[in-house]
């Protein structure tokens, strides 16, 4: 289901109403199952919307999806925001939250008894974005109190606080899990386990980054070194820099290939065949085919048959260098 607000595009998953009707899978009064449904809809709404405005008014492009595990504002478009704005975007959803639960009870008083459904709302309303308000503050991410946490990390050294704020989460969910074992809380342990699942990857990724970002700026340089003709230079760069464990497939296939013409270009045919020989799934067998023809070219056949018996078993590689 799409939809706008203003010019705010909102999508909402079909896993959304599969969570919400399981929430509330032990009601047997259609009424209540559809009242629920729409609270838990319009308090997610309301929460991402918060996010949404905030940002906007930071010149964001904001773009809301609702699915199975609550509401994600996301950004198509928009200037870069600095540590404080961010904070503030991030807090935006739960203190909305906390307006329209405050409203729900202003008004409940306010009109005074108002039939069985009406208090089940207004009561409703107010518990759900108290709740999730105050959950989504915790120091743990992917909630809105972990990202303040990682922007203020980040703050702190200078880009930096991803990595400190993934362990600070996983410590939160340990507890988290430790507390649904003794209170028998089982939906608490499910999130503990999703949200554990999600920081182990979220480690996994910081720790890739930082690496395939040091073999890019290598790959940049050496690149250079080669257009100059300087082979040797390249080869010396790239060597210790491939030999770095961590790095995104795509970034090291590049980086063999790159290393490969160099070898090639200095004429270093032992070396060039131990490459080839122990990277071969990394390069495409039109490369290596190349690599056979000119070996024979220049005479050295055992090399060229080598090289032949490794074209024939290469398959397509992830990133292709092109001198």
Not at 183 to 206: E, H, K, T, Y
Not at 220 to 242: K, S, W
Request: glycine residues 10%; charged residues 20%.
């Amino acid at each position: 289901m799409k939809f706008r607000l203003g010019t705010i595009p909102v999508r909402v998953h079909a896993p959304f109403f599969f969570l919400a009707l399981f929430m509330v899978s032990n009601q047997r009064d259609p009424r209540t199952i559809a009242l629920w449904v729409a609270i838990v809809f319009v308090s997610i709404l309301v929460h991402e919307l918060g996010h949404a405005l905030v940002g906007r008014s930071f010149g964001l492009t904001p773009q809301i999806d609702i699915h199975g595990m609550g509401g994600t504002t996301s950004w198509t478009s928009g200037p870069a925001v600095g540590y404080g704005r961010r904070i503030l975007i991030s807090l935006a959803g739960p203190f909305a939250g906390f307006l329209l639960g405050l409203v729900a009870i202003l008004v409940s008083r306010r009109i005074g008894e108002g039939g069985p459904y009406a208090d089940y709302a207004f009561r409703q309303l107010w518990w759900v974005n108290l709740q999730w308000g105050v959950f989504n503050l915790l120091p743990l991410l992917p909630l809105d109190g972990g990202n303040v946490m990682k922007t203020t990390l980040d703050a702190l050294t200078k880009g930096r606080g991803e990595k400190p704020a993934r362990f600070v989460s996983l410590a939160f969910c340990a507890a988290m899990l430790a507390l649904a074992g003794w209170q028998r809380l089982w939906i608490l342990g499910v999130l503990a386990v999703i949200f554990g699942v999600s920081n182990v990857r979220g480690l996994r990724d910081v720790d890739r980054r930082r690496t395939d970002g040091a073999l890019a700026e290598v790959l940049e340089r050496a690149n250079e070194e080669i257009r100059r003709e300087a082979f040797d230079r390249a080869v010396t760069m790239l060597r210790p820099a491939l030999a770095a464990p961590g790095a995104s497939d795509e970034l090291r296939s590049m980086g063999v290939q790159m290393l490969a013409y160099a070898l090639l270009r200095e004429l270093r045919w032992g070396e060039l065949v131990v490459v080839l020989e122990q990277e071969h799934g990394l390069f495409p067998q039109e490369e290596l085919s190349r690599y056979g023809r000119t070996a024979r070219e220049l005479g050295r056949t055992e090399d060229a048959a080598r090289i032949d018996v490794l074209a024939e078993r290469a398959g397509a590689p992830l990133g292709t260098f092109k001198a």
